[in-house]
């Protein structure tokens, strides 16, 4: 059984549409993926009517957090989504993309990069504007060659057009994702070249305060941070997953580059209540 548990849609910041995310999730040979878009769960409905016979879709978010000053993203799956106070939070940090979104492109053109706000939104369409859209938008004016580099240049966390938005303390997040009956995995948490990272010992105090697992198998870990974050998990007694964090074309990751174990996998549906996982009977049958 082949499991991808972080990927993207358009709505947030993928280039697939939910629909297309499923039925490309088949073409790869894979069994199960996560739908695991930033701040929203917009985009399951439309997922789940075009998932193909044979595919499990597990539905979730990626939510953003921050922790002394560090940005840093929890996977959340197989919670209720309708659970009033996670609900909540989740739309207060929707509701601040827009803004901040705004506030990023004015910075830039204070640098004097020539981008607008209306060629932004157009890259968004429908999803939840983010840091990719306007990473999209200086690639497609030649301002840089890739959306890493524009990350590393201009959008990171620190960076000359960075703009800090609201984001859930991970605690506060981990609290809200259990009693909605999901499970937590912080994702790639040690993903350097995005920009500062946690120590060990904050991944300590999340796993003390109920924390499920890490994200370890990841296309920003190299295999000795892969090595040493096993290490940390075993020690923390936390599941350790992978996943490709596909964003269609906008990342140079695929589906399936990286996969969970299928014992996980199985934890992670265990300890789950909120929710259940979604076998594929519609769409368009595998092939």
Known sequence: MRIDLHTHSTASDGTDTPAELVRNAAAAGLDAIAL??????????????????????????ELSCRLDGVSLHML??????????????????????VPRARAMVGKL??????????????IAGDGAVGRPHIASALVELDVVPDVSTAFT???ADGGPAYVQKHELDPFTAIRLVKAAGGVTVFAH??????????PESAIAELAAKGLDG?????????????????????????????SSDYHGGRKTCWLGDYTTDPEIYGEITRRATGAFPVPGTGGSPRR
């Open 189 to 198: 948490p040690a993903a350097v070249k995005r920009g500062r990272t946690v």
């Open 76 to 97: 959340a799956y197989l919670f209720d989504p309708a659970e009033p106070e996670l609900a909540a939070e989740i739309e207060l940090v929707r509701d601040d993309r």
């Open 153 to 155: 240049s201009w959008l």
């Open 36 to 61: 695991t878009d930033h701040d929203t769960v917009g985009g399951h409905a439309e997922a789940v009517a075009a998932l193909p016979e044979g595919m499990t879709l597990i539905p979730g978010a």
């Open 109 to 122: 053109q204070e640098l004097g990069i020539p981008v607008e706000w209306d060629q932004v939104a157009r």
């Open 214 to 242: 890490i994200e370890v198998d990841h296309m920003d870990h190299d295999e000795a941070t892969r090595a040493r974050l096993r290490g940390l998990a075993a020690d923390l007694g936390l599941l350790t997953t992978g």
